[in-house]
């Protein structure tokens, strides 16, 4: 992916976060396994908010990862389909998901 297709990705992604929610990032030292939907798109925020960042300092893969995670915490909360986050991945007139 180039910047300008994550930019595009978690633009995407941040449109269907709740105004109301503030980034928090999840306590990675937590004993719960549980934790509420307000909780999850908290972290989803902080991870979406990260990811220009790591590309700017030209670390892609860890951009990667942070993207990849936000989308599969708002696939479980049913904001998109894998098809949709796909698409988002996608070079402007490719036809193969995730690029």
């Not at 994550?6 to 633009?11: F, I």
Request: hydrophobic share 35%; net charge positive.
């Amino acid at each position: 992916m180039d910047k300008k297709q994550y930019q595009d990705a978690v633009v995407s992604m941040k449109s269907v976060i709740p105004k109301g929610v503030k980034s928090k990032r999840i306590d990675i030292h937590s004993k719960s396994s549980s934790f509420s939907c307000e909780d999850k798109l908290a972290h989803c925020l902080y991870l979406l908010n990260n990811v220009m960042k790591f590309v700017e300092e030209g670390k892609k893969e860890k951009a990667s990862r942070h993207l990849s995670f936000a989308q599969a915490i708002l696939w479980s909360l049913d904001y998109f389909s894998i098809k949709q986050i796909g698409v988002a991945n996608m070079k402007k007139g490719s036809n193969t998901y995730f690029v």
